[in-house]
């Protein structure tokens, strides 16, 4: 039952893993322990530095969903314009995408064995 | 030859169905082909049925005692799809209804759902 | 959809009835005839229809509710199934009052004859649950899109 | 105890009769009250869930079941007609699995709808429905019979597309339910013209019995073109993706969730068709290359698709699709690899890391619709950019995303881990290629849900929602807690559940011999 679960490669214990998970907890919460227990109370520790300008109220500071990722997406800009084109809701090219899957497969399977 | 022709009309019909739902607009039109594409399996399915000329419809008052009759199950099968047929195309139609009534459209390129 | 001429809503009501035996008939004679549950179903459906078409769908929508035929169409269903569970002695599905000479329990006579109408055991009773289930299930259906469709329906499809 | 033997021998045609006689007595019972009525159904529900479990245990210790309907006298007809002409439930290893997740699936789903569905209109036709989804999965994974499958697939497509549009009053749920009846209809039908094509060459539906005589000749063939390719739509593969996040976000949280397990129902058929029906009668090469090329099409696609999404269940319906690609990458490599030695050396524990995939993703997958569920039923929006700061309030609604979220993204200890790291190793031996694909989808998965939990669980409180954002009520934490619970349980004992379910279950897939055996014995 707490037996290590075979991979094929090799073997993968979660209980072993948590075990370790929490020594190196410990270990951390030790090391935490050992500093300098002033370091808290420092001025405007954690305060956000805006170039100089007045601090936003946080509830406008909030970083949106869609400006997550947005270098990302823009860097692979060629990669999502035709993939966002080929989603465009329409149920005709649903049906027709299933139409050419199996046309494609019905090339694989059934020609290799008329030739 | 002229025992394949209810098999080619049945596959026909499949195509003309399949050829409405991918290249009509209109969702009432998708929605016959789909009706379509039922009726031409249906047909194929009672065609199955009847092999060799001159077997007799499978009504058990009527069977003789010598002599083919049809295959019943294709039958049974035909019916149980047809029933099937009844409540996908019920269905499918009251959504188109719905859909007309919130959008005023039933083009199948203006929904909303998309990407 | 509103009242049409008054030659149709009579038409109407004097073939009403006979669709409704011929629909009847074809349920009962299920195991003997081509037809049965459903197709009997369907035929007095067509009939309520034929009613609806004839005197618009606020008027019969008064007479017929939805919710009685949602309520008849589920005890169809659960005829249907209970008669199936009736036979889970044995298994599932099994013909517990073939030949036991009960309402529908005659032995079935073989070779050309003309037909009795009191055999099969449970396969009546089936195409009888199967025949409520249809008809109350299609009127359902019909009447519903009817209602749904009619000028003074909310807009927002609510209620 | 004769009365529990007779409990189990009856056992797999109670799991679908108990449903379907509770749906129709809903309506029933639903005129007594909500509370009568929501207790009828969890309760049938927990019947179901309990007779499943006992059904499973002894058919992985006993071996197979076969339930033959309408039968005095098995399988054999009075007349000593031997073709199998009944109609047969035939349950193995691998039928079971499925069930208990479907059936798992299911009661989460209706304990979690005790409290979502508020709707004045319809709720005893929303459990109606519900229950009869609950029929059609069970049908497609007990049966075994081709035309029955056919039945039980359009049984499971009318009720959840009904489902899906079951807050008719947004126009986006008619559209989304009308897409997938559609495509739903057409893959179905092309599914009965393959039977069809079967039954006119062998006169038997029995899907045992075509299987021993099948021949692969060029019918064949086009019966399997058909039959792969619709059941592949089904479960929502790459390119015949697009209904997937159209209907999963129309319908309700725990449809949608019920939804992802029924499309596993189809991932079963399909796996049933190439492993049994099929098997090595066929190129078992070219298909499941096929099988795979989906996958990895799934898993990539489905992925990079998740990452701009906006809409919360538009995202989480594209990662399922792109964890349904682990799933068929996992269990193909299997079917590429059946009849050679490259089998026993890792192809049965890749298709041993694609089934236990699937019990894992119904699970987290599940837990994420029902946390977006939990969302929506207080902010009211599926919106991502509308949502921010409910993890002040929403505490155990986020402390369960985080489960959910670290289980589909693979990080250990969860469950996703363990099944993952199966799929990784084997899969790296039958190609690397693949694997290294594999792992790179899952550091994306891992961004889109940091992306999720970034945008609503974290920053400050919004003010637009000061007093909305609660807690959900206990119906509705009661079934994510169950679920999350799963999911960590999975996740620590994973070799309780590998070695219990999944390794005789892909056995039972594997094994085509004894499935044919069963039915056809010595004729």
Redo the contacts between chains.
């Keep these: 039952?707490?037996?290590?679960?075979?991979?094929?490669?090799?073997y993968?214990t979660?209980?072993v893993?948590?075990g370790s998970?929490v020594v190196v907890v410990l270990v951390t919460l030790v090391i935490r322990g050992l500093g300098e227990r002033t370091a808290k109370n420092t001025h405007m520790k954690g305060d956000p530095f805006m170039s100089g300008n007045p601090e936003v109220s946080?509830?406008n500071?909030?970083?949106?969903?869609?400006n997550?990722?947005w270098g990302?997406?823009k860097a692979?800009e060629p990669?999502?314009k035709p993939?966002?084109k080929w989603?465009?809701?329409?149920?005709?090219?649903?049906?027709?995408?299933?139409?050419?899957?199996?046309a494609v497969?019905?090339l694989?399977?059934?020609l290799?064995?008329?030739f | 030859m002229i025992a394949n022709i209810p098999y080619i009309a049945a596959m026909a019909m499949v195509v003309i169905g399949i050829y409405a739902c991918v290249f009509r607009r209109n969702l009432i039109k998708v929605i016959l082909g789909v009706a379509l594409i039922e009726s031409g399996a249906n047909m194929f399915l009672i065609t199955l049925g009847y092999r060799g000329l001159g077997s007799i419809a499978p009504i058990y008052t009527n069977a003789p005692a010598t002599g083919n009759m049809t295959l019943p199950i294709p039958q049974a099968l035909t019916l149980t799809s047809i029933v099937i047929g009844v409540a996908v195309l019920a269905l499918m139609i009251s959504f188109a209804v719905s859909y007309y009534k919130k959008t005023g459209t039933l083009d199948t390129r203006k929904g909303v759902l998309k990407e | 959809m509103s009242e049409m001429s008054k030659i149709t809503r009579t038409v109407a009501s004097l073939a009403f009835p006979f669709i409704l035996i011929f629909g009847l008939y074809v349920i009962i004679h299920g195991h003997l005839t081509p037809g049965g549950g459903f197709q009997g179903g369907a035929i007095v459906a067509s009939a309520c229809v034929m009613l609806l078409v004839a005197y618009g769908s606020e008027n019969v929508g008064k007479r017929l509710k939805e919710e009685h035929l949602s309520t008849l169409e589920s005890v169809g269903a659960l005829g249907f199934i209970g008669l199936a569970f009736a036979g889970i002695g044995t298994a599932f599905f099994y013909n517990l009052f073939a030949n036991t000479g009960g309402l529908f329990g005659n032995t079935v006579e073989f070779g050309i004859n003309a037909g009795d109408l009191n055999t099969s055991g449970v396969i009546p009773w089936m195409n009888i649950a199967v025949g409520i289930k249809v008809m109350a299930g299609l009127t359902a259906i019909v009447l519903t899109m009817a209602i749904a469709s009619n000028k003074h329906f909310d807009k927002e499809g609510e209620e | 105890m004769m009365f529990m033997d007779w409990i189990l021998h009856n056992a797999p045609v109670l799991i679908l009769a108990l449903p379907l006689l509770a749906a129709f007595a809903t309506p029933l019972v639903g005129k007594l009250g909500k509370w009568p009525r929501n207790v009828f159904v969890v309760s049938v529900a927990v019947i179901v869930e309990a007779l499943v479990i006992y059904l499973a245990s002894d058919v992985i210790a006993n071996g197979m079941h076969t339930y033959v309907f309408g039968a005095a006298s098995g399988i054999l007809l009075p007349s000593g007609y031997s073709v199998p002409v009944r109609i047969i439930f035939q349950v193995d290893a691998m039928s079971v699995f499925m069930a208990i997740i479907s059936a798992t699936v299911t009661l989460a789903g209706i304990v979690y709808s005790w409290a979502f569905v508020t709707d004045k209109q319809g709720q005893s036709k929303y459990y109606t429905l519900l229950l009869m989804m609950a029929v059609g999965m069970f049908g497609m994974e007990f049966t075994g019979d081709l035309f029955n499958m056919f039945v039980f697939l359009e049984i499971l497509s009318i009720a959840s597309c009904a489902l899906v549009a079951f807050r008719i009053s947004f126009s986006e749920s008619s559209e989304g339910a009308l897409k997938y009846m559609v495509v739903s209809a057409v893959g179905a039908l092309f599914v009965l013209i393959a039977i069809a094509l079967l039954y006119g060459q062998y006169n038997v539906l029995n899907l045992a019995a075509v299987g021993s005589a099948i021949q692969f000749t060029a019918l064949d063939k086009i019966a399997l073109v058909l039959l792969v390719s619709a059941f592949a739509m089904k479960c929502g593969a790459v390119p015949m993706h697009m209904w997937t996040p159209d209907a999963y976000s129309a319908a309700p949280a725990p449809i949608t969730m019920v939804l992802v397990s029924a499309s596993q129902a189809s991932m079963y058929a399909l796996f049933r068709i190439a492993f049994t029906l099929y098997g090595v009668s066929m190129n078992t090469g070219a298909v499941g290359w096929f099988i795979i090329i989906l996958g990895v099409l799934s898993m990539f696609i489905g992925v990079t698709m998740a990452l701009p999404q906006k809409d919360i269940k538009r995202l989480m319906a594209y990662h399922a699709i792109s964890q349904s690609g682990y799933m068929l990458l996992g269990v193909g490599v299997g079917l590429a690899t059946l009849g050679s030695s490259a089998f026993n050396e890792y192809g049965l524990t890749a298709m041993k890391g694609g089934i236990f995939h699937i019990i894992n993703h119904a699970m987290y997958k599940g837990l994420l619709f029902l946390t977006a569920g939990a969302i929506y039923y207080r902010l009211n929006t599926r919106n991502l950019n509308k949502m921010g700061g409910l993890g002040h309030t929403m505490k155990w609604t986020a402390a369960f995303f985080i489960i959910g979220a670290l289980a589909i993204a693979g990080i250990p200890p969860f469950n996703g881990f363990a099944s993952k790291v199966l799929i990784y190793e084997s899969v790296f031996r039958f190609s690397p290629l693949l694997s290294i694909i594999a792992m790179l989808v899952s550091v994306l998965t891992l961004a889109s849900f940091v992306k999720v939990f970034h945008s609503a669980f974290m920053g400050p409180r919004l003010p637009e929602y000061e007093g909305v954002a609660k807690e959900v009520p206990w119906p509705m934490f009661v079934a994510m807690a169950l679920l999350a619970a799963i999911v960590v349980a999975m996740g620590l004992f994973p070799n309780l559940i590998v070695d219990n379910l999944v390794t005789p279950a892909a056995q039972a897939l594997a094994g085509r011999a004894d499935y044919l055996n069963a039915v056809m014995g010595g004729a």
């Design positions: 039952m707490f037996g290590p679960l075979e991979t094929g490669a090799g993968w979660p209980l893993w948590v998970m946080k509830e500071s909030h970083v949106r969903a869609g997550i990722y990302f997406l692979m990669y999502y993939l966002m989603h465009n809701g329409n149920v005709n090219d649903y049906v027709l995408m299933f139409i050419m899957v199996i497969l019905l694989a399977i059934v290799p064995g008329v």
